[in-house]
């Protein structure tokens, strides 16, 4: 290993073991009520029923019902290493190095959520990383051996979260407009593995080959508490003689008490002895209700989504994942069937289990809102710089993350609701772009050389 190259992994181990330090502050890697649904896709049979089967194993391959902290470890190295990739992509002629790395990674534990998400066992940690490894594969130029590992990252990180295959077609759309062929086929390639991966495992796991078996549950709740479907209800009920029926007049307002109330719509007793019940056995009526809807009031669910996608996109506090909810009859459940002793010991220890993990993490937390609004800000400004020195490659890499934060929330805030979880994942993308534009345009050179492509030229 050269000189350069231990420097290199130095760094990205580095800015790996920065980034988990809200979980050396906890005690313990951060966890999500979910949590426990991934650890039980490999711990128990059948896995649940509204999650891909992807995830669960990624963790296993780190945990191997021994400890979490393996799996945090490897999340926050694989920020840091794409961190790294995109800070080379970006730093033009004599910028970039280890020290740069690790100033860079220090201004996001200390001023963003990037920390936050990725040492926290969810799907989220990998929404980021795919933004970010979709503009290194368009624009970075990796090695061989780098652009085979963000094909990788790319269809694992799409395949972990069902909202993240229409994130990556998103992105997607960004190469092509900026005619990156090259990066356009390898991220084709990598959504249709991840949808094939998703299809093949549900098939497999739930019987059904498709992408989202009961994903019309989801939508159904959203469009229930937004009206439209909810309207759709009442005006069809009686007659339809649809479960839901039963609710016509009295819906939920609240997606989440829509789905996850045990006497709520979702979860209530079959009065038909549809087995096995529950969302699984509502998902072909809720197709049905959704069809009806848009038929019925096509503007009224584009308003919807369109509010949502608003709220979704100011939804970005730190916060819900640091709560103990739910935590002791799901996370510590599950560590306490498939793992030693111990580590339940060591996640009841934790300042998260105990309650104690938001007071002491609001001191790092306030300066959160100001760098995401000088990121906002910084955004449109940059983009005219890059537009106007023909700088593509920084251009580029600002449509991306634009691109991911957009789709992510309308993705998530129209068809689940919003929630700041699903915001702060990304957002801290806005002033990551402002810290790397920065110190792109600050250099004479930038935007010259092979750092950058003219304009109006299509890349290989």
């Known amino acids: 290993m050269g000189h350069r190259t231990a420097r290199a992994v130095a760094a990205i181990l580095g800015g790996g073991a920065m980034l988990l330090w809200p979980a050396w502050l906890n005690g313990y890697p951060l966890v999500f009520v979910d949590t426990a649904s991934f650890l039980h896709q490999t711990a128990a049979f059948p896995p649940v029923w509204d999650k891909p089967f992807v995830y669960g194993p990624l963790l296993h391959a780190f945990h191997w019902r021994s400890s979490l902290w393996p799996a945090a470890a490897a999340q926050t190295v694989l920020l840091s290493w794409l961190l790294w990739l995109a800070g080379r992509m970006l730093a033009g002629p004599g910028g970039g190095g280890a020290r740069a ?42 090695r061989p051996l780098e652009r085979a590992a963000l094909v990788s990252v790319a269809v694992l990180a799409a395949a972990a979260h069902l909202a993240h295959l229409p994130l990556l077609g998103a992105l997607l759309l960004v190469l092509a407009g900026f005619r990156r062929w090259r990066g356009l086929r390898d991220g084709a390639a990598a959504l249709a593995a991840a949808t094939l991966l998703v299809v093949a495992t549900n098939a497999a796991f739930q019987g059904r080959a ?82 009806e809807t848009l038929a019925r009031e096509p503007w009224g669910v584009l308003r919807a989504a369109a509010g949502n996608t608003l709220r979704q996109l100011l939804a970005v506090r ?27 010991a060591r996640f009841a220890a934790s300042l998260q289990f105990r309650g104690a993990l938001p007071a002491a993490a609001s001191p790092f937390l306030w300066l959160h ?35 991911g934060v957009l789709a992510n929330a309308a993705v998530l805030g129209a068809l689940s609701g919003p929630h700041d979880r699903y915001g702060a994942r990304v957002a ?33």
Do not use: K
Not at 102 to 128: E, I, R
Not at 237 to 259: K, N, V, Y
Not at 369 to 378: I, K, S, T
Not at 380 to 403: E, K, S, T
């Open 318 to 344: 730190v916060g819900d994942t640091l709560v103990p909810d739910h935590l002791a009859v799901s996370v510590a459940e599950e560590l306490a069937r498939a793992f030693p002793a111990v580590e339940g």
């Open 210 to 291: 498709a992408v989202s078996p009961y994903g019309a549950v989801f939508a159904l709740a959203r469009l229930v508490a937004d009206g439209p479907a909810a309207r759709t209800i009442e005006a069809r009920c009686p007659d339809a003689g649809w479960h839901m029926c039963r609710w016509a007049g009295r819906l939920p307002t609240d997606s989440d008490e829509f789905l996850w109330s045990p006497d709520g719509p979702a979860w209530a007793p079959r009065l038909d002895g549809a087995r096995p019940g529950g969302p699984i056995s509502l998902a072909p009526e809720a197709g049905a209700i959704l069809r």
């Open 428 to 460: 801290w993308l806005l002033p990551l772009a402002g810290l790397l534009a920065w110190q792109r345009l600050r250099r004479p050179s930038a935007g010259v050389g092979p750092a950058a492509v003219p304009a109006g030229t299509a890349a290989p």
């Open 101 to 142: 790395h690790l100033l860079l990674v220090a201004a996001l534990c200390a001023f963003t959520a990037a920390p936050w998400f990725a040492a926290l066992l969810m799907p989220d940690a990998l929404a980021p990383a795919l933004v970010l490894a979709v503009a290194v594969l368009g624009w970075g130029e990796p």
């Open 369 to 403: 809102p100001f760098a995401l609004l000088a990121g906002a800000v910084a955004l449109p400004f940059a983009v005219w710089r890059a537009w106007a020195g023909g700088d593509v490659r920084l251009l580029g890499f600002l449509a991306c993350v634009a691109a």
